[in-house]
């Protein structure tokens, strides 16, 4: 059974806040308080800011189907494939574990992070780098959009460790 811990470290590629990439919704049902179906009611963003407690949303589209299941405290976000497999996990205020080695977490300084970085200013997310300055898969985080270089003090606001390649 998938279990919520707010301190737990994150591994790229693999999880996050206690939950695990790969796991299959089912697992998860044990915390929902309120479902939605996005054929009857299209997602926007009241829908998270107005949900007291854990919200799970079925959506729909051309590209396919899938879940997600929204937390209040701390702010979490778990996707789910068509198949009702976890591809990724999103966390933001309230989660308290380690990002990065050297204690990096949830309002940490971006200037902070001991890694080479690249901004996807498309996503305006920062995703960690390979020596050849391309992005390494798994991981990515948003702290205001700009080049570390020109705003080394923006915070850590929001993190996702992720695997699409689930089905």
Same mark, same amino acid.
């Given at each position: 059974m998938a279990h &919520? *811990?707010?301190h737990a470290k994150a591994e790229i590629g693999k999880s996050l806040a206690g939950f695990t990439l790969g796991e299959k919704l089912q697992s998860f049902l044990h915390y929902v308080d309120e479902s939605v179906d996005g054929n009857k009611v299209h997602w926007n963003v009241d829908l998270v800011n107005n949900n007291e407690g854990v919200l799970l949303y079925k959506w729909g589209s051309s590209y396919g189907n899938g879940y997600a299941i %929204?937390?209040?405290n701390p702010t979490l976000e778990l996707s789910f494939s068509e198949q009702g497999t976890l591809i %990724?996990?999103? !966390? #933001?205020e309230g989660y308290q574990g380690e990002i %990065? *080695? #050297?204690g990096i977490k949830? #309002?940490?300084?971006i200037g902070d992070i001991?890694?080479? &970085? @690249? &901004? *996807?200013?498309?996503e305006d997310a920062h995703y960690l780098a390979d020596d050849k300055g391309q992005f390494i898969d798994g991981i990515f985080f948003l702290a205001g959009g700009e080049e570390v270089i020109d705003n080394p003090d923006a915070?850590? #606001? @929001? !993190?996702? !460790?992720?695997?699409?390649?689930?089905?």
């Open positions: &919520l *811990d707010i %929204f937390f209040k %990724f996990i999103e !966390v #933001g %990065f *080695d #050297g949830i #309002g940490s300084r001991d890694h080479a &970085l @690249v &901004l *996807d200013d498309t915070t850590i #606001g @929001v !993190v996702r !460790v992720y695997n699409y390649n689930f089905k």
